[in-house]
């Protein structure tokens, strides 16, 4: 069971450059989400979905988009990168609305925007 | 929204106890959860509470006060493997996570 897993790991972009960053998982969970972290701050909330085929903002959106067109999928999108967008991004799921459910996160992708 | 405060670092030596405080406001409230995280790593689940009163999981145990808006983490019996990021977070269908306490553990 490999729960939530994020490709790449780690990755190097430059200005003006675009990128999918790849989430997945296997526990046939509802309920998905991208977070950022940057040094020091707590985990801000991107995008979420809860099933497929509907997606909604989170605190930070600007500059990302979303698609959820399976249970198992959850990719992010970075249409013209920004040194702001240098952070790590956690992926996370959870069975249902969270009201007791924890979110299971993926080991995260360390993204750096030159 | 939700505004939620915890200190930024915490020492102790390893056998002692250790209590992270965590302080909220919220607009809604249904539940709040608290997350360790490694150095490098992702955050895993250590504990929830949605009524008032102290859960206790082994050497972890979590109070909340929902009129006081205020949730603790005691940590007891502490270990090197301890020594890692607290995160708390509050949930009103999203979670809300506060920045984080650092605590280290010293021999």
């Known amino acids: 069971n490999a729960g939530v897993t994020q490709t790449p790991k780690f990755r190097i972009l430059k200005i003006g450059q675009s990128m999918t960053l790849q989430c997945t998982q296997d526990?046939?969970?509802?309920?998905m989400y991208w977070y950022r972290q940057d040094p020091g701050m707590g985990l801000k909330l991107i995008y979420y979905?809860?099933?497929?085929?509907?997606?909604d903002k989170g605190e930070v959106p600007n500059g990302y988009n979303v698609s959820r067109s399976t249970t198992e999928d959850f990719p992010l999108r970075l249409e013209l990168a920004a040194p702001s967008q240098t952070s790590v991004y956690f992926c996370?799921?959870?069975?249902?609305?969270?009201?007791?459910?924890?979110?299971?996160f993926g080991d995260g992708t360390r993204l750096s925007i030159l | 929204g939700q505004n939620i405060d915890q200190p930024t670092e915490m020492t102790a030596t390893e056998g002692a106890i250790v209590q992270i405080n965590c302080t909220y406001q919220?607009?809604?409230?249904?539940?709040l959860f608290w997350y360790q995280q490694h150095a490098g790593e992702a955050p895993t689940f250590l504990s929830y509470?949605?009524?008032?009163g102290l859960e206790e999981k082994g050497r972890f145990s979590s109070f909340l006060s929902r009129s006081k808006g205020y949730s603790y983490l005691l940590l007891k019996e502490l270990q090197m493997k301890d020594s890692a990021s607290y995160l708390c977070?509050?949930?009103?269908?999203?979670?809300?996570f506060g920045a984080g306490t650092t605590v280290t553990v010293r021999a």
């Open positions: 996370a799921s959870s069975y249902g609305d969270n009201s007791n459910q924890p979110q299971h």
């Open positions: 526990m046939n969970h509802n309920y």
């Open positions: 979905s809860v099933g497929a085929g509907i997606t």
């Open positions: 919220t607009s809604g409230f249904n539940g």
């Open positions: 509470n949605v009524l008032d």
């Open positions: 977070a509050t949930n009103d269908y999203k979670l809300s």
